[in-house]
């Protein structure tokens, strides 16, 4: 049985490649636009989010035990990102956790400067059955630019799973990808 988790629309007579991550079953189709990040990409990313975060809110983050398992750009401005993590704690813990991890996201932005206009949203998403916490972010700078962040999380198989959407051009980037589930659940 295949579970689709999200799907945005994708041009059909693009040449595409498909990435499959055995771990939890899951799958990205990456049209030929998009960059697919090497580790050495995908550490300087994460050393830099985790920096500015760790800055902003005191927190400390520890990265040692996730596994990136694909980061993908168009431009600058227009990425995804999705990891697992063990995470050997039930479902209520994994709640409060990332109950926390959402309002320091927020709290991480408002040190950026107090022109930003940050706009968030929780639900939940249900796809095939199967719930999925969704956490939106919309950033408005003094300039109004726009960014917009979309995060998926999932207690799923043993592992915090996530996939992170960052985009400034909807067009680019939410328009031009599937993401499935291949395995069953």
Known sequence: ??????????N??????????????WALDVP??????????METLN??????FE????????FSSTKNLISIKKGELNY?????????HDYKEWLESYANVKSDLVRSFQTITSELKIDSSSSIEVHDGIEFDKFDLKLTFSDNRIMNIILYSK????YDFGVAIFYAD????????????????
Do not use: H, W
């Not at 030929?32 to 990409?41: G, H, I, Q, R």
């Not at 207690?155 to 043993?158: A, I, M, Q, S």
């Open 1 to 10: 049985m295949s579970i689709l988790i999200y799907i945005i629309g994708c």
């Open 12 to 25: 059909n007579e693009e040449r595409k490649t498909r990435y499959y991550f055995p771990q939890i079953g």
């Open 32 to 41: 030929e636009m998009f960059e697919v990040l090497d580790s050495t990409e």
């Open 47 to 52: 050393n830099e989010g985790k920096s500015s």
């Open 55 to 62: 800055k902003s809110t005191g927190n400390t983050l520890d």
């Open 80 to 88: 995804l990102r999705a990891g697992i993590t063990p995470y050997p």
């Open 155 to 158: 207690l799923f198989k043993g």
């Open 170 to 185: 909807e067009n680019i980037l939410v328009r031009n990808l599937k993401i499935y589930f291949l395995e069953a659940v």
